[in-house]
């Protein structure tokens, strides 16, 4: 039976959709990254954080992670707070953003910050508990986010 869905499952889906929308408006259509010659370190960023998302959809999606299993949500938040830091070098570097990314980005680190803090305060309660991965069901989110996760 599904449960409440918490306050962290709502920020990753909106994520989800804020940094689909980028990949596909931005990267995609306006800039054309996959196609330019000189995209190669950035695309590897996106590539990198992809794959971090993925991970972080599927395993908060359904799984609580108690006690020292903590330490896997928040490596993983900290490899996207770095992949994200080194992009924005990466970006500054090779292409002037165009506006519309630019915005995007802003409301996507805006985001991702209020993702670090929710995510973190569901840590700190689980990780005062024993040392397990148990299943969660936030019913149609916890669908919703492994969609975001393969796609």
Known sequence: MPGEIPLFIYFLMLHGLLGGVDVFLNHELLAKLPGQTWS?????????????????????????????????????????????????????????????????????????GALVVVVGQALSGWHALPTAVMRADYGWASWVLSVMAIG
Do not use: Q, Y
Request: glycine share 6%.
């Open 40 to 112: 190669g370190p950035e695309e590897r960023m996106h590539s990198l954080r992809e794959w971090i998302f993925c991970a972080i959809f599927v395993s908060l999606a359904w799984f609580e992670w108690h006690g020292a299993a903590v330490w896997w949500i928040a490596l993983l938040d900290l490899g996207e707070v770095l992949v994200s830091a080194r992009d924005v070098v990466i970006e500054g570097k090779t292409r002037l953003l165009p506006k519309p990314e630019r915005v995007l980005h802003l409301f996507l680190f805006m985001n991702l």
